[in-house]
């Protein structure tokens, strides 16, 4: 069976740091990009961020540029999303996700619908 296990959110001032883990497990870590997406209450799922298991492709979106380091260890079959000096407009329902590479085109992979897989999501919540 596909899993991937987000964890790692959690309650933090405005300034503070998280780091997530989405572990995963049941397909060939190597064959696929993973993606973080959020989804704050009453508002679209949005990709945040997603990485190539080469780490020849990465994005960010612009509201988390320069404070959101994504990673992952193909060792581990594990993606992580460091965030640093976390906002309150950050608090959401983090998800992790997995498309196939052969979907990815042009390093655009923020889009939920090249995602296959999810997992069921960490909640951040940063306060003012």
């Known amino acids: 069976d596909v899993q991937l296990q987000a964890s790692g959110g959690g309650l933090v001032q405005a300034g503070g740091s998280l780091r997530l883990s989405c572990a995963t497990s049941g397909f060939s870590f190597d064959d696929y990009a993973i993606g973080w997406f959020r989804q704050a209450p009453g508002k679209e799922r949005q990709g945040v961020s997603c990485?190539?298991?080469?780490?020849?492709?990465?994005y960010y979106a612009d509201s988390v540029k320069g404070r959101f380091t994504i990673s992952s260890d193909n060792a581990k079959n594990t993606a992580y999303l460091q965030m640093n000096r976390l906002k309150p407009e950050d608090t959401a329902v983090y998800y992790c996700?997995?498309?196939?590479?052969?979907?990815?085109?042009?390093?655009?992979?923020?889009?939920?619908?090249?995602?296959?897989?999810w997992g069921q999501g960490t909640q951040v919540t940063v306060s003012s």
């Open positions: 990485i190539s298991s080469s780490d020849d492709i990465t």
């Open positions: 996700a997995a498309a196939p590479l052969d979907r990815i085109i042009n390093n655009m992979c923020w889009s939920t619908i090249l995602y296959d897989y």
